[in-house]
């Protein structure tokens, strides 16, 4: 099977021919895959592969091995091991500070560790949509939906400690 290489724009990069998944339940998910180029590919921050109808993007600037030179061997560029994340690599990047959803008046330090009562569910969604807009912009922007018709547990101290968004979304449990 082939897999394609693209873009921010859409745009056909590469391809690749062999990669890997790694992925465990509620954890990183992954793909890497090695791939050898007659000329060097310029990969950027931002590129993807759909893999199995998910988009695993590429979020560094890949190391290159130059083998010979400009188009005298199909694995003249070498490019090892490329890692492309999930988009819960995001929430796994993302801190989660001390920030309120828009400016409520509620007091916000914007420190790693703190505590504060959430009176339902929506407190700590507001949280996490709070410390997501704070990285993610645009068309970047996260939503976060709450289906709260299981919710039976209100007015909760909740109680953060060098938590990022993935971990403060555990805390709904």
Not at 38 to 57: K, L, N, S
Not at 66 to 84: H, P, S, T, V, W
Not at 105 to 116: C, D, V
Request: hydrophobic fraction near 40%; aromatic fraction near 14%.
């Amino acid at each position: 099977m082939i897999w394609k290489v693209y873009n921010k724009d859409g745009i056909e990069r590469c391809e690749i021919h062999k990669l890997e998944y790694s992925g465990t339940f509620m954890g990183e998910k992954f793909i890497t895959a090695s791939i050898r180029s007659p000329h060097p590919i310029e990969f950027a921050i931002g590129d993807y592969v759909i893999y199995r109808g998910e988009q695993f993007t590429l979020n560094y600037d890949p190391s290159i091995i130059k083998n010979a030179g400009l188009n005298k061997a199909g694995d003249a560029f070498i490019y090892e091991n490329i890692k492309f994340n999930s988009y819960s690599d995001e929430l796994i990047r993302c801190q989660f500070l001390d920030y309120v959803l828009n400016d409520n008046l509620i007091h916000f330090s914007s420190l790693p560790s703190f505590g504060f009562h959430a009176l339902t569910i929506h407190d700590l969604a507001d949280r996490i949509k709070a410390n997501l807009d704070r990285v993610y912009t645009g068309d970047r922007a996260w939503t976060v939906n709450v289906n709260d018709s299981n919710i039976t547990v209100n007015n909760v101290f909740i109680t953060a400690d060098r938590l990022n968004v993935w971990g403060a979304l555990a805390l709904v449990s």
